[in-house]
C-alpha cells in the first residue's frame, strides 16, 4: 500500500517555461530555458566519467562503489521532505546521553523521531518491491506502525500503561480523523463536487473498527458491572484474564484480514486501473522501486530501528519532567503529541494522494493504518505486557472508550456512501480538535469514573 502511494507521490518531473507565441516565439522564456539546459548539461558532466556515464556506473569498482553509495543515500534522503529534520537525530542523541534540560531532550528527540519513522516507511517499501504482494503486505503490516509499537514498547518496559494506552488509542484517532479529514478537504477543495472510493473495501475496514471498540467497551462496562462487590485486586485480576483473552481474538481476526485482502479476496483491494498507469509512469514506478536493493533495506531498516529505539528511550524518560514543568497531562502527550511523531511523513503522503484524486488508496492509509494499530499493535502490547509481567489491559477510562466509540460512529458513517468532499473533512478535523482540547484539559488523576457511575446507578 505504501509502496504504491510513494510512486505516485514521488513522479514530479521538471517542466520548462514555454516561450511566448508573440513575437516569433523569442523572448524570456527562450532565454531562461536556454540558461537551465546549459548548466543542467553542466551539472550532468560534473558527474560524469569520460565516456558520459555517470560515476555510480563505472567500471572501475573503487570509482563505482562509492558513487553508488552517494548516489544511493542522496535519493534516499530525497524521498520525503521531513528528511531535512535528519539534523536532530545526532542532537537529540547526545541531549539525551548527557543529560541536557528534560524539556530539550523531550523537543529535540521528538523532531528527531519524524524522519527516522520517514526513511523506516521507505525502508520497508524498498523490500516490499522486491518481496511481491503477499509479502509486501506483511512487511508494511509489520513495520508500518514501527515507530508507535518502538515508542510503546520502551513505554511499556518501564511501566508507562498511560502513555501506551494514549499513545495506542492517539494513533488511531488521529488516523481516522486528523488524516482522513485532510484527505477529504484537500482533495474535495481541488476535485470538486466530490470524490468517489471502493465503499466495500471502506466498510470492511470500518466493521473490523467497529469490532475493536466493542474490545474496549466491553473491558470498560465489565469493570462497572462488578462495581464494589468485589476488591480491587479482584477486579484487575478479572480484567488482565478478559484482555489477554480478548488479544488472543483480536490478532487472529487480523490475520484472517490479512489472508481475505491478499488471498481470497484479493480482487476487492486492487488499486483502480483508471488511476493512471502509463508507460512512463510504469518505467518511473519501476526505477524508483529500484533505490535500495533488499540488503541495503535491510540494512537502512536496522539501523533506523536502532536510531528510533534510542530517540524513544530518551523522550519517554523525559516525559516526567514534562509533565511537571509544562504542566501536560500523560494523557495528552500520549494521545495528541506522540502521535504526530510517528504519523508525520504518512499524514503527508495521504494528503497528496488525496489531492491526485486517490481516494482509494488515501482511504487505506488513514483507515488501515488505525485498523492495525486496533487489531494487531494493542493486543500484541496487552500479549508483551502479560510475558514481561507489566498489567497492560484493555481497559482504558470510560471517557477516552466513548470517544474513541463517537470517533468510530462519525467516521463509519462518513464513508458508508463511498463518496467524500470537503465539509465532510472540515466534520472531521473539527471533531478532532474538540478531542485534542478535550484531553488536554483531562487531568491524569481523575480515578476511576466508572465508581461514581456505578454509585450513581446503585443509588437509583
Keep these: 500500500m505504501r509502496s504504491s502511494l510513494r510512486r505516485h507521490t514521488s513522479g514530479n518531473k521538471v517542466q520548462q517555461i514555454r516561450p511566448s507565441t508573440e513575437n516569433g516565439g523569442q523572448g524570456l522564456g527562450d532565454t531562461l530555458n536556454h540558461h537551465i539546459n546549459e548548466h543542467t548539461a553542466l551539472l550532468h558532466r560534473a558527474f560524469q566519467n569520460a565516456d558520459g556515464e555517470p560515476f555510480y556506473r563505472d567500471e572501475r569498482p573503487w570509482v563505482r562503489w562509492p558513487s553508488n553509495f552517494g548516489y544511493v543515500t542522496w535519493r534516499t534522503l530525497a524521498s520525503n521532505p521531513v528528511n531535512f529534520l535528519l539534523v536532530f537525530v545526532p542532537l537529540g542523541i547526545i541531549s539525551g546521553a548527557i543529560h541536557w534540560n528534560p524539556t530539550v531532550v523531550f523537543i529535540l528527540n521528538f523532531l528527531a523521531i519524524i524522519p527516522l519513522a520517514s526513511l523506516l516507511s521507505f525502508a520497508t517499501e524498498e523490500i516490499s518491491v522486491k518481496l511481491g504482494q503477499t509479502l509486501g503486505g506483511l512487511m508494511n503490516a509489520t513495520f508500518g506502525n514501527a515507530v508507535e509499537l518502538i515508542v510503546s514498547i520502551v513505554a511499556l518496559k518501564n511501566g508507562e500503561i498511560r502513555i501506551v494506552q494514549a499513545s495506542m488509542l492517539g494513533s488511531v484517532l488521529s488516523n481516522i480523523l486528523l488524516v482522513l479529514g485532510c484527505c477529504f478537504l484537500a482533495g474535495g477543495i481541488k476535485h470538486h463536487p466530490e470524490q468517489n472510493f471502493n465503499s466495500t473495501v471502506a466498510s470492511t475496514m470500518s466493521s473490523l473498527m467497529a469490532v475493536s471498540t466493542a474490545s474496549l467497551i466491553i473491558p470498560a462496562t465489565l469493570y462497572a458491572a462488578m462495581g464494589s462487590s468485589n476488591s480491587v485486586d479482584k ?94 497531562s500523560r494523557t495528552f502527550i ?83 456512501d463511498g463518496k467524500s468532499n470537503y465539509l465532510e473533512g472540515a466534520m472531521l478535523i473539527g471533531m478532532y480538535i474538540i478531542i485534542a482540547l478535550a484531553f488536554y484539559v483531562y487531568p491524569d488523576n481523575t480515578g476511576d469514573p466508572t465508581k461514581a457511575l456505578w454509585s450513581m446507578v446503585s443509588q437509583r
Excluded at 487489531?375 to 502490547?381: D, E, Q
Design 334 to 416: 500520549g494521545l495528541i503529541l506522540l502521535p504526530i511523531v510517528g504519523n508525520a511523513a504518512e499524514h503527508v503522503t495521504a494528503v497528496v494522494v488525496a489531492m491526485k484524486n486517490k481516494m482509494d488508496l488515501a482511504i487505506g492509509v488513514a483507515i488501515g493504518s488505525s485498523m492495525q494499530i486496533a487489531l494487531l499493535v494493542t493486543p500484541f502490547l496487552v500479549v508483551l505486557g502479560w510475558i514481561i509481567n507489566e498489567p497492560m489491559t484493555l481497559h482504558f477510562e470510560i471517557f477516552e472508550t466513548v470517544v474513541f466509540f463517537l470517533a468510530v460512529l462519525v467516521t463509519n458513517y462518513l464513508i458508508s
Design 235 to 328: 477486579k484487575r485480576d478479572n480484567i488482565l484474564i478478559l484482555s489477554h483473552g480478548t488479544a488472543i481474538i483480536l490478532l487472529i481476526l487480523y490475520s484472517l484480514y490479512l489472508f481475505f485482502q491478499l488471498k481470497t479476496h484479493a480482487h476487492l483491494f486492487d488499486e483502480d486501473p483508471e488511476s493512471g498507469s502509463g508507460g512512463d509512469d510504469g518505467e518511473a514506478e519501476e526505477q524508483e522501486g529500484h533505490v535500495l536493493n533488499p540488503p541495503a533495506a535491510a540494512v537502512a531498516l536496522v539501523i533506523v530501528t536502532v536510531m528510533v529505539a534510542v530517540c524513544a528511550e530518551y523522550l519517554v524518560d523525559s516525559i516526567d519532567s514534562i509533565v511537571e514543568s509544562a504542566h501536560i
